[in-house]
């Protein structure tokens, strides 16, 4: 089993940032890769990032990143949309299980 736990969102004006982190804990040795989706209202969960894959609305404004001592992955997200609005969720693989957090909502005002 692992546990995801996801902290960061928040509420930022558009062109701003915010770093999301996605603390895991349990069989993490078992942790093929770790990444974030995110879910808009109304739409289909989508990839963000992964360790190999952006999303292409994502390339060059968003970072993920894995600190292997802490557990944690981030996301840094920079120049900020509207359109980036949504609920983040951190996602790992573990054999041919995949698991997810809880979510963090990100708001992104215009």
């Known amino acids: 089993q692992v546990q995801l736990v996801e902290s960061g969102g928040g509420l930022v004006q558009a062109g701003g940032s915010l770093r999301l982190s996605c603390a895991a804990s349990?069989?993490?040795?078992?942790?093929?890769?770790m990444g974030w989706y995110r879910q808009a209202p109304g739409k289909q969960r989508e990839l963000v990032a992964t360790?190999?894959n952006y999303a292409a609305s994502v390339k060059g404004r968003f970072t993920i990143s894995r600190d292997n001592l802490k557990n944690t992955v981030y996301l840094q997200m920079n120049s900020l949309k509207p359109e980036d609005t949504a609920v983040y969720y951190c996602?790992?693989?573990?054999?041919?299980?995949?698991?997810w957090g809880q979510g963090t909502q990100v708001t992104v005002s215009s």
């Open positions: 349990g069989s993490i040795l078992s942790i093929n890769d």
């Open positions: 996602s790992a693989i573990s054999g041919y299980r995949r698991y």
């Open positions: 360790s190999t």
